[in-house]
């Protein structure tokens, strides 16, 4: 749905069939270039229309002066933090180049607010000459008059180190400013450091050069070049500092939207992460506005809130079971839009955790009857499938996580509408349980069991699918190896790769002590398409918890990933054994 600002006397007659006959506008015949395009109705010259490829799809009325601006593609709106000397300004270059946000840095700002001589600019220029800090609420003032300005309203922003107080992030949240991403470069100390004290400046053209990786071109340059005074080790040891202390202080305001990025790799390497980021918010933006559900708090992760607290409390209340589902549905529903198909939902919440003694089959089959309703709602015929007896005569069996669930899938209430037996059916797992109306498959935890192998089953019902999206929620496919040779050696290298085949859409795993399962020490968790997301569990100062992010992986993270992050090693320093850190059995 395209917003307009129409007045009643005009509607009629802009949304008539003959002069609009393409959708939403329904009759135009047109084609769009990769740059601009114009398009006036033959018979009345009633409108431009103008097509920008990195911003805006505007219409402009002349026969009366009225104008019509309708967005397909929401601007972006992105905040980034870095340490000095983390390459943030490099990065901040190739963002504005790649998606026009423009680009805001308080430093500029009040530069040019002194330079101008504006009512801001010359009491911020009071406390400069008096050698004191800016106040919070001047240069909240300044940032927010230059949001407001039209191009940053059209074409998005980057706000480039700001806030950087918890009191400033919380002045923007007042004003409903309102990131829809937090990105983070995250550079080891001790190659900031080198990158600091590396760095000269040529007085002449006031270019930057670095001692190791960007040397002056000729000797004449290298000559003249000058190290500023703030990069001596003493002081940007001093400036890291308190930069930490500034992130920290404002991470709790943007944790839920934060994307913390190894900056240790060449700019075009780190950009290509941030690319993905950008043009992932970008696309969920665009889904949502078409969707008629944009709106200025929407946040890069369908307006997640965090990691809800109090998870070791069985059983869990109703919002955080219900919580999860609609966290699953979301990344899921990505994943597929994205013509994902072979994908596995790893739900570890202790009501979902068979290893431990809360585990509850009926949340399970909650959480599925969650996943099938919503995507029948869309209109897709789903079929649920729970792995049948396995094995023949007095071997016959199944897992004891399993036992009972298609009578429980059956006789659960499945809504008013009778989706059931209609949009929604009930099957085993193996190929003659797909049918031609079938659109998409959810599995509930197929797994193997002693003695028994539930891969070539597996294998025959994705073969039939096709490029049918299945849907494994949480699965258990490791070997379980049996007397009687079935899941020995032979074939397991096959068993494997078909298994990891199916990849990730959603991932959530609570961290614990080895061998225990309090206290609950952090959480992983991985939503499609964004990055593995590690939080430590922290108690704040009012005895409240809360989950704070320590880093992200690009990959699922090993456990000495994870141990290195909790003892806060830079991510480069040679591996060591295992740390002290452990978590349940099977989690990596």
């Given amino acids: 749905m395209l917003p307009t600002s129409l007045s009643p006397v005009h509607s009629s007659s802009l949304y008539s069939p003959s002069l609009f006959p393409f959708s939403p506008f329904p009759s135009f015949s047109s084609s769009f270039s990769s740059s601009s395009v114009s398009l006036e109705p033959s018979s009345h010259r009633l409108c431009s229309l103008r097509l920008y490829s990195n911003a805006h799809f505007r219409i402009t009325y002349k026969s009366n002066g009225l104008k019509l601006n309708c967005s397909l593609k929401e601007p972006l709106k992105v905040m980034i933090s870095g340490a000095p000397a983390s390459g943030k300004g490099t990065q901040c270059e190739l963002i504005v180049r790649k998606f026009g946000l423009v680009h805001i840095s ?3 700002l009040l530069r040019a607010e002194v330079s101008s001589g504006t009512e801001i600019g010359n009491k911020a220029k009071e406390f400069m000459n008096a050698g004191r800090l800016v106040p919070d609420e001047v240069v909240t003032a300044m940032v927010t008059a230059r949001l ?3 191009d940053a309203k059209e074409n998005g922003w980057l706000l480039d180190g700001y806030p950087r107080s918890f009191n400033q992030a919380q002045s923007l949240q007042s004003l409903k400013i309102i990131p829809d991403v937090y990105i983070v470069l995250d550079v080891p100390d001790e190659i900031l450091i080198d990158r600091c004290i590396g760095r000269r400046l040529d007085p002449v053209t006031g270019k930057i050069y670095h001692l190791k990786s960007f040397p002056p071109e000729t000797e004449e340059i290298k000559a003249r070049l000058i190290t500023r005074p703030d990069d001596t080790e003493e002081k940007v040891k001093s400036r890291l500092e308190i930069y930490k202390q500034n992130a920290d202080a404002i991470s709790t305001t943007y944790s839920h939207i934060m994307k913390k990025i190894d900056g240790n790799h060449p700019k075009e390497v780190v950009f290509e992460v941030i690319d993905s980021i950008l043009s992932q918010v970008q696309k969920d933006k665009e889904m949502k506005m ?5 709106n200025q708090s929407t946040s890069v992760q369908d307006n997640w809130r965090g990691i809800p607290t109090k998870l070791n409390n069985i059983p869990h209340s109703r919002d955080i079971r219900k919580y999860f589902y609609e966290d699953v549905l979301q990344a899921t529903q990505r994943a597929i839009n994205d013509g994902r198909t072979r994908l596995k939902v790893e739900i570890n919440i202790p009501e979902l955790n068979p290893e431990m003694d809360v585990y509850r089959i009926g949340t399970l089959m909650e959480l599925v009857r969650y996943l099938a309703l919503s995507f029948a709602d869309d209109g897709k015929h789903v079929k649920v499938c729970v792995q049948g007896s396995m094995g023949e005569g ?3 069996g199944m897992p004891l996580q399993l036992a ?5 899938l059956e006789f659960m209430d499945w809504g008013e509408y009778e989706a059931m037996g209609t949009f929604i059916n009930i099957g085993s797992i193996g190929g003659k349980e797909v049918d031609e109306q079938d659109d998409l498959f959810i599995l509930v935890a197929p797994q193997n069991a002693v003695g028994n ?6 294998r ?3 073969d039939a699918a096709g490029d049918r999206p299945v849907i494994l929620i949480n699965p258990r496919l ?4 049996a007397s009687s040779g079935i899941m020995q050696t032979m074939g397991r290298d096959k068993r494997l790769e078909y298994a990891s085949s199916f990849e990730n859409c959603y991932l959530f795993r609570l961290l614990y002590y080895a061998g225990t399962q309090y206290p609950i020490m952090g959480a992983l968790r991985m939503s499609y398409p964004y990055r593995y997301e590690l939080y430590k569990r922290v108690d704040d100062p009012s005895g409240k918890e809360k989950y704070v992010i320590l880093s992200t992986f690009p990959a699922k993270p090993s456990t000495d990933e994870v141990n290195d992050a909790f003892e806060g090693k830079p991510r480069n320093e040679s591996k060591k054994a295992l740390g002290f850190w452990g978590f349940l059995s099977g989690i990596f």
């Fill in 460 to 462: 025959a019902m994705t």
């Fill in 106 to 108: 308080t430093g500029d």
């Fill in 453 to 458: 192998c539930i891969i070539d089953d597996l």
């Fill in 290 to 294: 078409k969707l008629g559900k944009s």
């Fill in 404 to 408: 009972g669930t298609r009578k429980i």
């Fill in 478 to 481: 490791k070997d379980l190896p």
């Fill in 394 to 396: 007095a071997l016959a």
């Fill in 148 to 150: 407001s300005r039209e």
